[in-house]
T-cell receptor, first 109, second 114 residues
């Protein structure tokens, strides 16, 4: 079966750095997405990786290793507004998005 | 209005009621999706439409009935639901259904079935 694993919850301190890991086992691979979802709101797109390596976008970076079935989202200079759930999703061979259950990130002052 | 909109934002219904959820996208996209989001569970894809044709139906019970009259509008008709159907229902759209196409989500309808 297809599976996406990510930690259920993480806690970090304002101003610090946090890394949210995602491992996947899917039938085929057509890219990996990270979304941010604040409580009661829509998921919003953060990043897309299809080739191995690091993609940087401001305070957020996303890394992919296809051979290891592994990705991480790195958040730097954490702000209170970064408290949210972070969803990892992989497009399989049928171009269907397979979703992880999300990582709830709690930022403390 | 821009992006993806959904109405209503909140809905409470009894098991014998019939109601409809509405989604509208203002992005000029060709594909639209319905997802179910339950607490602490991954998003579950329910239906996919591409150019108004249904291309995916992930074994969803018949008490959920989608309708896509044009590429900008998507409905989810609900009837004789069960309490376990209570969840957040999210609509999304993307340019197409291929690899790099990003899905953009509406704010969701919080559904409670009594």
């Amino acid at each position: 079966g297809q599976n996406i694993d990510q930690p259920t919850e993480m806690t970090a301190t304002e101003g610090a750095i946090v890394q949210i890991n995602c491992t996947y086992q899917t039938s085929g691979f057509n890219g990996l997405f990270w979304y941010q979802q604040h409580a009661g709101e829509a998921p919003t797109f953060l990043s897309y990786n299809v080739l191995d390596g690091l993609e940087e976008k401001g305070r957020f970076s996303s890394f992919l290793s296809r051979s290891k079935g592994y990705s991480y989202l790195l958040l730097k200079e954490l702000q209170m507004k970064d408290s949210a759930s972070y969803l990892c999703a992989v497009k399989d061979s049928n171009y269907q998005l397979i979703w992880g259950a999300g990582t709830k990130l709690i930022i403390k002052p | 209005e821009t992006g993806v909109t959904q109405t209503p934002r909140h809905l409470v219904m009894g098991m014998t009621n019939k109601k409809s959820l509405k989604c509208e996208q203002h992005l000029g996209h060709n594909a639209m999706y319905w997802y179910k989001q339950s607490a602490k569970k991954p998003l579950e894809l329910m239906f996919v439409y591409s150019l108004e044709e249904r291309v995916e139906n992930n074994s969803v019970p018949s008490r959920f009935s989608p309708e896509c009259p044009n590429s900008s509008h998507l409905f989810l008709h609900l009837h004789t639901l069960q309490p376990e159907d209570s969840a957040l229902y999210l609509c999304a759209s993307s340019q197409d259904t291929s690899g790099s196409d990003t899905q953009y989500f509406g704010p969701g309808t919080r559904l409670t079935v009594l």
